[in-house]
């Protein structure tokens, strides 16, 4: 029992921490107790191994680098209070004057506008409803059933050797690309697609905030609303027609108006236009009766068409692949 209560008692004597009284009583136990003696002798060993290791050298700088760092914590501080007193001089400022009330309201307004503004209107985009054949865009093939979303911000071209193409911008706009056709789609404030060859048959939806849409060949440039229309472009020749709706183009300063059921010629700015265009010639746009344009819920969603009908679309490394 006495040895235990000695035990607790010999890192405090070694060290002389014990007072008068309990330092001679543990000194009596240590002449005639030798397990205690014992382990005495091995707490002095390793005391003195500790006491006799060199001490590691702080390095030069450290000096330097703590008075650096306390003077970066002394700036930041002064820093924070002086915003801290800048703010509240602003604040109180703006209390006292109604107009600046006014001003810093209006501009809240338009902060919060700014950021739910939606991103499909400010950028377009493209949705690949089918491609069959040799079809690209960007020099990207597609194949049957394989059926992509791209973002319409930078400029895209589609080309279409012997396949066929049907496309979707945006929330309104339906195009059918024939075989042989090659198309650069750039989106601005109004969609701009150049067409270099080939035949677009399209549907344009006229509503509230529809951008427009801009189809430029070689010899002219039709501007569209709303409306269902082709427009065919050959060497030397574009040839343009409405079913419904109307398409507008200028030639040598003159303003065409081709409404329905009419078509306009264009062979080397010589201009030919036709009223009450043939039936036959009307059937192009059977080839849109089985296709039509769905909904854009927001940026990164989509649709698609198959033979079981819509289907949901799936993310892969930022693309949505059907």
């Known amino acids: 029992m006495i040895c235990k209560m000695i035990e607790t008692e010999l890192m405090a004597y070694l060290f002389n921490l014990l007072e008068k009284k309990e330092r001679i009583k543990c000194e009596e136990h240590l002449k005639t107790c030798p397990v205690c003696f014992e382990k005495l002798k091995v707490l002095t060993r390793i005391k003195e191994a500790v006491e006799n290791e060199p001490m590691a050298r702080a390095p030069d700088q450290l000096a330097l680098i703590l008075k650096r760092a306390r003077e970066r914590e002394e700036a930041q501080e002064k820093r924070n209070a002086l915003r801290a007193i800048m703010w509240v001089r602003v604040l109180d400022y703006v209390r006292k004057n109604t107009f600046m009330k006014m001003g810093m309201a209006l501009g809240c307004v338009i902060l919060v506008l700014m950021m739910i503004r939606p991103g499909v209107e400010d950028q377009g985009r493209l949705y690949v409803l089918k491609a069959t054949g040799d079809v690209s865009i960007n020099k990207v093939s597609f194949f049957q059933k394989q059926e992509l979303l791209y973002d319409t911000k930078n400029e895209k071209n589609i ?35 150049h067409l270099t060859q080939g ?38 020749e574009v040839e343009c027609g409405v079913q419904t709706g109307e398409v507008r183009t200028t030639i040598k300063d003159r303003e065409y108006h081709i409404t329905s059921r009419e078509k306009l010629q264009i062979r080397e700015h010589c201009v030919k236009e036709f009223t009450g265009i043939k039936a036959e010639e009307m059937g192009v746009f059977d080839k849109l009766k089985d296709h039509q344009i769905y909904g854009v819920h927001g940026p990164g969603t989509g649709f698609m068409l198959s033979r079981g009908g819509l289907c949901s679309p799936e993310k892969d490394n930022g693309n949505l692949i059907f």
């Open 159 to 193: 080309d279409v050797g012997s396949g066929e193409c049907v496309i979707q911008l945006d929330k309104d706009k339906l195009l059918m690309l024939s075989p042989g056709s090659k198309v650069r789609i750039k989106t601005g404030k109004k969609i701009r697609l």
């Open 199 to 236: 035949l677009i048959i399209a549907k344009v939806v006229k509503n509230r905030g529809n951008k427009g849409l801009n189809i430029i060949t070689e010899q002219a440039e039709f501007d569209v609303t709303g409306t269902v229309f082709y427009i065919k472009a050959e060497k030397g």
